[in-house]
């Protein structure tokens, strides 16, 4: 019922002569072309993230594997209290190591949809970084030197999100600006992309800050120090042996 | 006087009458002190048991962290601020405590706990932590023997994690700098029932705490214990204008009384005691009519008598004053004897008390026997409603025996 | 003297001073309305206590796979649910049941995050056992388990869920917002993870409930779950007090090697506690209210005697018994008992049904975990009326034996020397 209700919407839309949408297949393709912008089919990266609240500020720098949009292993590199410390996710399972103790932890649902490591982002966010095309109907809009794409969920999509927005520039193809909205349509947070840098030949925002709207004084900058593309990777990096690996 | 003279010998004159009355009134002083005694006692009792148990009688916290607990609201400067409330001379013991949340991993479950950071020393003398220890050995501020900080946990989280004396506590959490708190502490002791407060709660000391979650001389709360239960609202408030008044971070700090710190506990406390109000109501009804019984009776009876005295000149005040002393010399001696006999009831109340065939629990504590109090309430009020009753009663009689002409009374039966 | 002469006089006797009588009269009807009152209330405030708790959401009693009590663990469940519901249908004693899965897992808005224990339930068996239904505020309850799988046209009702209002604060949300709902599954531990929407709201009045409850359909609960049993089944019985009756046959077919079936005492003893506490306190008020009528009378008797020591001076003196005078006087203390028990009976049973019709608001406090959020309506047991009133009129007469020898043994000359 609410399918049908919807692509009667779209196609009154797309009658409408005023209406600036264009097709939606367009929408899909730059969709597609994000949600595969930091993802190849496999990557090594080092990172800092800063993280801003009202009661302390840190930056971590942290070395990442990924393949696909499944696995992916994360080590903190500083500072010093946490080096060692490493987070090992493949596909919907996580789990973290610690060094101090010497113990890896699988991460519990109580745990998943809290901070990781104390920043905005949630380990549910890690875990489901989910392919946006498959799981959004998109829209797009123009907005003078940008594109602006609008995200609704899916029926079958999990999601507290009842829209995103993403802003991205015609020129570069690159976003801009990724926000959350909530069922009320208020912004609840908001994730800026900037500094442009070229890694391995792609060209891409180094720069993510990610700040919640509802919370005052909060703030995570993730910054791309390096990053390379499907480099030869050894699988034994996905597993639970290789977390537990002392390093130095 | 004269007229004591005449109203003492009146009482005497009629032994068994005077005797007997006593006798009645009496026992109704004797039964409501009791009563008193018994409700002030186990009232206060539980209040006692239930505030040692973990509250304390007053709690002090950084602004609204009772209404909002957050790690980063902490009282620093904890040490001169303890030093300061110890020397106060209602203040028994000051605990300190810090909250700090965090995930427990035993063999390969993990499992939320709330992990406390304690004093060991200081927390024994301010609650029964050190009573509740159920296995093991209490909480100490060194490390064990493995180089290890030691934990105490409860039952419930012992059972969950399948965790048990000497065996490795896994404690995850996010320090106050936001760093990754993790660390493996050893299990010395288990605290508590499967249903008790400390179920699910770590107790760590304050060192291995303030290492684990990055925190220098800060804690979240300090209970403070006082010489007795019932000062707490007044020296909280007496505290927090003190305190208020300085220009340090003192000012910020909120001082409450364990009735708003346990206000479910103290309303349900509160409603019981307005219930006991009235039941010993209806008792002090009862005794009122029975004295009523009893000094009505003896005047009527009287009658012919007060009807010679007027024949022969007593002026009708004389004869209603008469009355009037008799019936409060009967009052008085009434309430020294049953103060004689309500003494040694109440200290026994007092001191052994009355053993439940069943402990009680209340608020997750459990309750053994009623204890009594012997205050000055409990013996006073007794006396007070004997006496005034008596005398609320004997006006109407009076009045009516100063009025009677000789004629009308002399012709009564 | 005949038995009916002595009676005859023995009530002509009580009326001669009618004031004297009266007050004595009041003095034990009212001791006897007092306890009379207090027995109701005590009653009616274990009825209530009782009814809260096991009508609001626990159930007269529960059936749990055994070992599930003692860690609450998921894996833990009664995986046979078809055959042991259709044998509960089977069981006249129970009145209707209710199957729930049970975890505890995270709740998440766009807002907020907060833990909860999540209850599968189906909702039309649920509305007959607990009063879900009725507190729910805003929204409305989980709609009719009519077809509960997965076909595209049950799938909006599939996705609902009842919160708490304290939890839809905590969460900001309001009716038909987002909720995504994780918890891990039995047996390895997965995450699960699903999207509802706010369908209801409730409020319990009980701030454990309002705060960390949340309910989803039965159906929704076992797929998440991954299992395909229960994990608690709720029994209400025919009669609340049956479930203290443990002679019954379904204790023993219900608790086996894999079941264990428990009554409400047994699964919250700490209620059990306070109303023993309570019907102690009562047989405490009741002594001393004795003891205070006992005196009373006794003393009112004397006075009585006193009065009339003349005549039984004359009495004695032209041949009386003395046996006799005692039966009289004896006979006075219990035609006064009879009146007083009437009207005590008739005060204290008025008092006790005007408050078992408007009952007496404790609403605020708390006791044993169990928040009084309804009203106290006194319970009238007439056996207890009965026992309590006989007990005073045994007492009144037995208060009147120390008088009524004192008045057999008066001697006549003594009695009839005329005090003035």
């Known amino acids: 019922m609410r399918k049908f209700f919807h ?55 942290m070395q990442s594997w990924t393949i696909g949009m499944d696995d992916t292993f994360i080590r903190i590199l500083s500072p010093k209290k946490d080096r060692g410390v490493a987070t090992l996710k493949k596909g919907r399972e996580m789990w973290n190591y610690f060094p101090k103790i010497n113990k890896v932890i699988k991460v519990p649902p109580s745990m998943m949809m809290g901070s990781w ?132 | 006087m004269l007229v004591i003279k005449l109203a003492l010998r009146n009482i005497l004159r009629n032994r068994r009458r005077s005797i007997l009355t006593i006798l009645s009134m009496g026992s109704g002083y004797i039964l409501l002190s009791f009563m008193l005694a018994m409700s002030e006692g186990s009232y206060n009792n539980i209040i006692d048991i239930f505030t040692r148990d ?158 684990f979650l990055s925190m220098g001389n800060q804690v979240h709360e300090l209970a403070v214990s006082l010489t007795h239960q019932s000062d707490a609202r007044s020296f909280a408030n007496q505290l927090a204008m003190e305190w208020s008044q300085s220009n340090d971070a003192k000012s910020e700090l909120s001082i409450d009384p364990w009735q708003v710190v346990e206000y479910a506990f103290f309303n349900s406390m509160q409603a019981d005691k307005q219930g006991n109000y ?5 008792l002090i009804f009862i005794v009122s009519i029975g004295v ?122 | 003297m005949s038995v009916n002469l002595i009676s005859r006089l023995a009530k002509r006797n009580i009326f001669r001073n009618a004031r004297r009588t009266v007050l004595t009269i009041c003095l034990v009807a009212c001791g006897l ?23 609001t959401f626990l159930g007269d009693a529960q059936i749990h796979q055994q070992g599930f009590r003692e860690a609450n663990d998921i894996d833990i469940y009664i995986e046979d649910t078809k055959a042991l519901l259709s044998q509960l249908d089977n069981i006249p004693t129970i009145k209707a049941y209710s199957p729930r899965t049970l975890s505890g897992g995270m709740l998440a808005s766009s807002e907020n995050i907060a833990a909860a224990l999540i209850y599968g339930i189906d909702a039309d068996k649920e509305a007959e056992l607990s009063k879900l239904k009725q507190a729910m505020k805003r929204g409305r309850y989980l709609s009719e388990s009519g077809s509960s799988d997965e076909s595209s046209g049950n799938k909006r009702t599939s996705n609902e869920i009842l919160i708490g209002n304290d939890l839809a604060e905590l969460l900001e949300v309001d009716l038909g917002d987002r909720i995504v709902v994780t918890l891990s599954q039995a047996h390895g531990g997965e995450l699960s993870q699903e999207l509802f929407r706010v369908s209801g709201i409730f409020h319990f009045n009980d701030r454990q409930m309002d705060k960390s409850m949340a309910f989803i359909h039965l159906a929704q609960g076992k797929s998440m779950l991954g299992i395909k049993g229960v994990h608690e089944v709720a029994l209400r019985l025919q009669h609340t007090e ?32 306070v109303l023993n506490m309570s019907s102690y306190s009562t047989l405490i008020a009741s002594i001393i209210m004795f003891v205070l009528v006992a005196l009373g009378l006794i003393n009112s008797m004397f006075m009585s005697i006193y009065e009339r020591h003349n005549e039984f001076g004359i009495l004695l003196a032209i041949g009386t018994r003395p046996k006799q005078l005692f039966w009289q006087i004896l006979l006075e203390g219990f035609f006064i008992g ?46 207890a009326f009965a026992k309590i009133s006989l007990s005073v009129l045994v007492i009144t007469v037995l208060s009147c034996i120390y008088p009524a020898i004192h008045a057999a043994r008066l001697q006549p000359s003594f009695a009839m020397r005329k005090a003035l």
């Open chain 1, 7 to 61: 692509s009667t919407a779209i196609f009154i839309i797309l009658l409408l002569p005023s209406a600036p949408s264009l097709s939606s297949e367009e929408a899909i393709i730059l969709l597609k072309k994000i949600d595969e912008l930091y993802r190849s089919d496999n990557s090594i990266s080092t990172m800092k993230m800063s993280i801003v609240t009202p009661n302390w500020q840190r930056t971590l720098a």
């Open chain 1, 117 to 248: 490591m104390g920043s905005d982002f949630t380990n549910d966010d890690l875990v489901r970084e989910v392919s946006l095309v498959k799981e959004y109907h998109v829209e797009k809009e123009d907005m003078g030197d940008k594109h602006r794409l609008i995200l609704i969920p899916k029926e079958d999509t999990v999601t507290v999100w009842a829209r995103i927005e993403i802003l991205v520039q015609k020129e570069s193809l690159l976003p801009v600006e990724q926000s959350y909205f909530n069922e009320k349509g208020e912004k609840v947070r908001s994730m800026y992309f900037s500094d442009i840098r070229e890694f391995s030949g792609k060209k891409l925002p180094s720069k993510m800050s990610m700040i919640p709207h509802n919370k005052k004084d909060h703030k995570t900058v993730i910054e791309y120090v390096e990053l390379e593309f499907d480099i030869t990777m050894d699988n034994d990096i996905f597993t639970l042996r290789n977390l537990q690996k002392r390093f130095n």
């Open chain 2, 54 to 211: 973990h509250t304390g009688h007053v709690q002090i916290h950084q602004g609204n962290y009772l209404q909002r607990p957050s790690l980063y609201k902490t009282i620093d400067n904890v040490d001169s601020l303890m030093a300061d409330l110890e020397k106060h001379r209602l203040v028994t013991a000051v605990a300190p405590r810090i909250y700090g949340p965090s995930l427990a991993y035993g063999k390969n479950k993990t499992f939320p706990a709330n992990v406390i950071g304690i004093d060991p020393l200081l927390e024994a003398e301010t609650t029964y932590l050190k009573d509740k220890v159920k296995q093991g050995s209490y909480l100490s501020s060194s490390m064990t023997r493995n180089g290890y900080f030691p934990a105490m946990i409860g039952k419930a989280l012992a059972i969950n994690l399948h965790l048990n004396i000497g065996d490795e506590l896994i404690l995850i959490s996010q320090g106050i700098d936001g760093s990754i708190a993790n660390d493996v502490y050893e299990i010395v002791a288990i605290v508590g029932g499967s249903e008790s407060y400390e179920r699910m709660n770590v107790y760590l000391s304050l060192d291995a705490i303030r290492q």
């Open chain 2, 278 to 282: 009235i039941s010993m109501g209806i």
């Open chain 2, 292 to 413: 009523l019984n009893t000094v009505l009776m003896g005047i009527l009876e009287r009658t012919r008598e007060f009807g010679v005295l007027k024949a022969i000149g007593t002026r009708p005040f004389a004869v209603f004053r008469l009355i009037m002393l008799e019936s409060f010399f009967l009052a008085i001696a009434s309430c020294l004897f049953g103060f004689i006999f309500a003494l040694p009831a109440n200290y026994w109340l007092t001191h052994v008390g009355i053993t439940f065939p069943e402990p009680i629990d209340m608020g997750g504590i459990l309750f053994e026997s009623m204890l009594g109090e012997i205050t000055l309430f409990s013996m006073g009020l007794p006396a007070l409603v004997v006496i005034g009753s008596t005398l609320l009663v004997s006006l109407i009689p009076g009045i009516r025996a100063a009025r009677i002409s000789p004629l009308q009374a002399l012709q009564a039966t």
């Open chain 3, 33 to 55: 309305a007092a306890l009379l009152f207090t027995d109701a209330f005590v009653r009616g405030m274990t009825t209530t206590m009782i009814k809260i708790s096991t009508e």
């Open chain 3, 242 to 273: 049956q479930a203290d009756d443990k002679s019954l046959d379904l204790w023993k077919t219900l608790n086996n090697t894999n079941l264990e079936t428990l009554n409400w005492r047994e699964l919250i003893p700490q209620l059990s506690s």
């Open chain 3, 338 to 383: 009879l009146l007083s028990l009437l009207v005590g009976l008739i005060l204290g049973a008025l008092l006790s049904y005007w408050k078992s019709v408007s009952g007496i608001d404790y609403s605020g406090s708390e006791m044993s975990g169990i928040s009084l959020n309804e009203p106290i309506y006194l319970v009238i047991n007439y056996l």
